[in-house]
């Protein structure tokens, strides 16, 4: 993929990292907004900076506290032995049980020595094997050689080792470990996919709040003109035809780039779209496909948001009460679904009502329903629906209501709010939780 300068976000992380304060940055973007690309990038300007950065995607090595107790530690080492930092080096999957390199400090030798013994049990602790493999970060600078900079990618989804058994305070462990002093930078990026919210809540308390927040924000319209162009896509200077890129890709750069291939080879914006969105191999309905599937299983209610989903790619901006009334369950029921919906990152709140947080993903979904419907003419009814500025979401009603104490006078129910006991226990049928 073609890499497309994003120099403001750039030069902040890196200046950030290099001065280590915050040591801590975390930047948020959905799947597909070009979180990977970026780090990519750092690493190349912090590598010009003097710094070692040190790139590990958490989603490949946290299948298993043994993996990433065997990993981890194994990437740090291999830039180290990148740069000529730890002669005599074995190689990194000897790990663990290799021969300890004399430039190693005696902190990190001890915790690969800890990691070796616990590997070594018939039932080792995972708790043990994550503790010291995040110890081992810290420990492994070595005084002469260049700093380490982590670049994390995908860091949430380390908090899925917490399905492990004898691993439920994997949370705990990662955020006190990554928060305590360490001359270590660190570069983390997260999507809602991963539901990051707890992971960063409690880095943030362990931390006392040291660390900085960052949006990854999609492409603006002079970014996509660049990478169009470079791509080789013909772009009139008129407003209409660059904006209609920004409407078919809602500024990801992966979408850009699928559609730039098939723009490139002679095919029209709308025919390509349409194309792309082509099962079973369009490039658009692959990922589409990809991520509906993977944020309603994150998502937790399965079934029941499929349903809410479908409303909203046809109904776009449905609000609670039309969406409860839908699904025939109760107002809160419909909102403790619209959250999970909003927690993955699949809708967003756009005035008093609901949304695709995706455009494109909207699209695709209206394509794949039930109901049968001329791709290119959907796709170009979609080119020429102008973009809108969202609106502030309001408060949504509805919202359960907070236990009283027992000797509190009895809650009074208004036709706006209806609790749970005022209505027919069989809705609650429709509920699904994991």
């Known amino acids: 993929m073609s890499y497309i300068p994003r120099q403001e976000i750039e030069h902040r992380i890196v200046e950030d990292a290099v001065a280590a304060s915050p040591r801590i940055q975390i930047l948020e973007a959905p799947r597909g907004a070009g979180k990977s690309a970026l780090l990519r990038q750092v690493a190349s300007l912090l590598a010009a900076r003097g710094r070692l950065p040190v790139l590990i995607d958490m989603e490949k090595i946290s299948t298993s506290p043994a993996d990433f107790a065997r990993h981890f530690p194994s990437a740090i080492m291999t830039a180290m032995q990148s740069v000529g930092g730890m002669e005599r080096m074995g190689a990194p999957e000897s790990l663990p049980g290799a021969a300890r390199p004399g430039t190693l400090t005696h902190r990190a030798d001890e915790a690969l020595r800890r990691i070796d013994e616990e ?80 992971l960063l809540q409690m880095l943030q308390r362990e931390s006392a709040g040291a660390i900085s927040m960052l949006k990854l924000e999609p492409l603006s319209v002079a970014e996509m003109r660049t990478f169009v162009r470079s791509a080789g896509c013909t772009v009139r200077e008129q407003p209409d035809d660059i904006e209609m890129w920004m409407r078919a890709t809602g500024g990801r750069p992966h979408y850009a780039e699928i559609l730039a291939r098939r723009v490139g080879s002679g095919e029209d914006l709308a025919t390509a779209m349409s194309r792309a969105m082509t099962p079973p191999d369009g490039g658009l309905h692959q990922e589409c496909r990809f991520d509906y599937h993977l944020l309603v299983e994150r998502s937790r209610g399965h079934s029941v948001v499929r349903t809410i989903l479908a409303l909203l790619s046809s109904r776009e901006g449905a609000q609670l009460t039309g969406i409860a009334k839908q699904l025939r369950i109760q107002l809160p029921t419909a909102l403790d679904y619209l959250s999970w919906l909003l927690e993955v990152g699949l809708i967003r709140r756009d005035g008093p009502g609901y949304v695709f947080a995706d455009p494109v993903l909207r699209l695709w979904v209206r394509l794949n329903g039930p109901e049968p419907i001329d791709l290119l003419e959907e796709v170009v009814r979609f080119l020429d629906t102008p973009r809108v500025d969202p609106l502030p979401p309001a408060r949504p009603r509805g919202r359960r209501p907070r236990a009283a104490p027992p000797s509190a006078p009895p809650r009074q129910e208004t036709p706006q709010e209806p609790s749970a006991r005022s209505q027919p226990r069989r809705h609650d049928r429709l509920m699904e939780i994991d």
């Open 119 to 198: 590997s070594s049990r018939r039932r080792p602790d995972p708790s043990v094997l994550l503790d010291e493999a995040l110890a081992f970060a810290a420990a492994a600078q070595v005084a002469q050689g260049p700093p380490l900079v982590l670049l994390l990618d995908e860091f949430a989804e380390v908090a899925r080792l917490g399905s492990h058994a004898g691993l439920r305070e994997a949370l705990t462990i990662l955020a006190r470990r990554l928060a305590e002093p360490s001359p270590i930078a660190i570069v983390a990026a997260v999507s809602p996919a991963s539901r990051p919210g707890a």
